[in-house]
């Protein structure tokens, strides 16, 4: 009864009087599909064939024809029509399903489906209407039915509709259904016999269909039929035959999802893509009707007690007997219980998803769902698909842009320096911090979330002082569009227009691309970085060149160990030193090791890195300057090396052993003494950095 209710719903009006041919189609579509969905699909229990939410374009499909063809073209370019729907629907599904596509349906917008699920209620239930009457719903129909021109047809259909919908809600017994199909027949059909109306008179009043012995679909590839084909109106329908390819793949994505979900079984969507696009590339070459998994048939098939694949081969043998032998029957059902049902299917969708839904969804995504039908009942469905994903994009951009796409703005005094660097040159570079004003962006940089940024760089170009340089870090930021890069490219001018230097970090190849593209990355402009690491360590080296005493390596080192022990004491000190060279990349000693001495970098650069977790190389935590200590930690706990020490150029390096140290203690403790307070006085100026980055940071 799916099926007749489904081709009845296709055929009406004009087409009425071939509705067997439609009947055919269906149930040869059904028959395909119920036999590629049980031999190749992913849920052996689902049951595939002639959908609500498919059928419904397609009945909009051939409402258009049926206005804009000639009589004598009107069954030609319907079959044509129906049968390109399918080979679209086939070929666009095998192709997802080919290519690994099918994921990405997940990522339609929820109120997008949900709109689509509620016009396909809209749809199915004044469709039900016009197959209970024989008659194209529409505003001037609705006009006469609501000014009394409406016959008993209708009140039937009506009435069947309001109780299947009632009676499924109610009751959830497989048989509910397919008994209530049965009194229903009867009880017309008494009723008829009851008016003295016999079934030539009751077809011919339209309670039945035209009789007739078998549903054979007409063969879609006749040259005969194609030299009927009115080939511009068939290319005007190209639009809805798109959205029968949308609407059938939403369709099957929740579908699926529902079944997933309802009988705790993972699901293959591809698989089910390419299956199912086989099917329906079959239905297409030999006259069948597109479509894909029922959810409502799909539990009852297993409610009835299905357990195997062997429940969609039968399936698809009863369609073909229907086929064959089933015209008498078919003739029989009252098209007015066919158009209950099919408004019962309505009903059902319109109660999940405007009524049911208003406590799964927002405010904002319910007014979506609502307009999407609002627009499908007033202009028809492809403007209603194009106004979902619309409001759907439109949400999306307003909510992204409520979120802030600076993710922390601080100065140089703030950021914690991988560089380690004597006392005297620190606390010089943390005085100079507010000159490097650092900003980290985050998230998706749009049109909207620009917006927001503007003003807040503005805001630091016109604070007095203004920053000497403005270093903007895209380790965060996922992606940026062409409006978001203009806009920076703005902001740069400005800067530079101020006398504020622009630096960049943490830049992909596609940020490149974007800001390259505005004009942003031009030689007059700004400067780039690997990391924050490397512009801080490159804004340190341009303050440091200002102050060439800050400089000074070892020699300060030597005047802070002369300072502590007087000038003949610390020369005895520093002979006890052992001068080591290394090339650059040798380690100074590797993690594990034992702590066998203590160094002093008197010149060069030192390199401290570090495993990654999951074994993927190594990562440098802490550069080395000279006038630096390295190793005394391990030496004084006596604990093994925790990280392997290289140096990245030519490097000199003062080493004190163990043992000497040792008899430095036993000969000289006081000196011994001095020494370690040196140590403790670097340990300190380095916790002091903390502690003012720190206050930086919370302020």
């Known amino acids: 009864s799916a099926y007749v209710s489904s081709a009845s719903l296709l055929f009406q009006g004009p087409l009425a009087a071939h509705l067997p041919a439609a009947i055919g189609a269906a149930l040869l579509g059904g028959a395909l599909l119920a036999l590629l969905a049980a031999w190749r699909g992913t849920l052996a229990l689902a049951s ?26 009107v069954l030609p370019t319907a079959v044509a029509a129906l049968a390109i729907a399918a080979l679209a629907v086939g070929l666009a599904w095998w192709l997802m399903g080919r290519r690994g596509w099918g994921g990405l349906t997940r990522y339609i917008p929820y109120p997008v489906i949900g709109g689509f699920m509620g016009a396909t209620g809209w749809l199915m239930t004044v469709g039900g209407l016009g197959v209970s009457t024989g008659q194209t719903f529409g505003a001037a129909t609705l006009r006469h039915w609501v000014s009394g021109g409406a016959d008993a047809r209708l009140a039937v259909g009506v009435a069947a509709g309001v109780l299947l919908w009632f009676a499924g809600r109610r009751w959830k017994h497989p048989l509910v259904l397919p008994g209530l199909l049965l009194a229903g027949a009867l009880a017309i059909h008494a009723g008829l016999q009851a008016a003295g109306l016999d079934l030539a008179a009751a077809r011919a009043r339209g309670w039945l269909q035209p009789a007739f ?13 194609w030299a009927a084909v009115q080939v511009d109106v068939l290319l005007q329908q190209s639009a809805l035959i798109v959205s029968c390819v949308i609407v059938s793949t939403l369709s099957l994505l929740l579908t699926l999802s529902s079944l997933e979900v309802a009988w705790e079984a993972r699901i293959d969507i591809n698989r089910d893509l390419r299956a199912l696009g086989h099917g329906n590339l079959l239905a297409g070459l030999t006259g069948g009707l597109c479509g894909g998994p029922s959810l409502s048939r799909s539990v009852l098939n297993r409610s009835a007690g299905a ?31 066919l158009g209950g049902l099919l408004s019962a299917q309505g009903l059902d969708m319109l109660k999940t998803w405007l009524v049911d839904s208003r406590v799964r969804l927002g405010p904002r995504d319910y007014l979506t769902v609502l307009a999407m039908v609002a627009v499908t009942a007033v202009f028809g469905f492809l403007p209603a698909v194009c106004l979902g994903v619309l409001a759907c994009c439109v949400d999306f951009a ?99 227009l101020r006398g504020v230097a622009v630096a960049l970090s943490g830049l992909t190849a596609a940020h490149e691309r974007g800001l390259g593209a505005a004009g942003a990355l031009a030689l007059a402009l700004p400067q780039r970085h690997a990391d924050i690491d490397a512009a801080v360590a490159a804004w340190d080296e ?18 802070l160990v002369a ?137």
Not at 213 to 225: F, G, I, K, M
Not at 324 to 333: K, L, R, T, Y
Not at 473 to 492: M, N, P
């Open 48 to 73: 595939a064939g002639a959908v609500p939410s498919t059928v419904a374009v397609l009945s909009a499909i051939m409402a258009g024809i049926v206005a804009q063809a000639r009589p004598e073209a």
């Open 213 to 225: 012995v078998q549903a054979l679909p007409a063969w879609p590839w006749a040259p005969s039929l």
């Open 307 to 337: 357990q195997t694949r062997a429940s969609g081969v039968l399936l698809a043998l009863l369609c073909l007997a229907a086929l064959g032998w089933g015209g008498p029957v078919i003739a029989a059902i009252p098209l007015p219980l």
């Open 398 to 496: 307003v909510s992204q842009a409520q979120f802030t796409p600076v993710r922390r703005r601080l100065t140089r005094a703030a950021w914690l320096s991988t560089v380690e660097r004597p006392p005297g040159q620190a606390e010089w570079l943390m005085q100079r911090g507010a000159g490097l004003q650092i900003v980290e962006l985050q998230g998706v940089l749009f049109f909207g979330s620009v917006t927001r940024l503007s003003p807040q760089i503005e805001a630091v170009l016109d604070a007095p002082p203004p920053p000497q340089r403005l270093l903007f870090d895209f380790s965060h930021v996922r992606t940026l569009d062409s409006s978001a890069a203009q806009a920076l490219a703005r902001l740069f001018k400005v800067a530079a």
């Open 542 to 559: 341009a303050q440091l060149a200002t102050r060439p005493e800050a400089t000074a390596g070892a020699g300060s080192l030597q005047a």
């Open 563 to 699: 300072q502590q022990l007087g000038a003949e004491r610390a020369a005895r000190v520093m002979g006890l030193f052992e001068s080591r060279a290394l090339a650059a990349g040798e380690a100074l000693f590797e993690r594990g090791d034992e702590p066998d001495a203590l160094y002093l970098l008197a010149s060069g650069r030192l390199a401290v890195v570090v495993p990654v977790a999951d074994g993927g190389g190594e990562v440098t935590v802490r550069t080395v300057l000279p006038g630096s200590a390295v190793g005394e930690m391990g030496l004084f706990r006596q604990l093994a090396r925790s990280a392997t020490v290289r140096a990245v150029e030519p490097t000199e390096v003062l080493r004190l052993g163990a043992d000497r140290l040792a008899r430095l203690e036993a000969e000289e403790p006081a000196s011994a003494a001095a020494l370690y307070r040196l140590f403790l006085l670097q340990m300190a100026s380095r916790l002091d950095q903390l502690t003012q980055q720190a206050h930086a940071l919370a302020r």
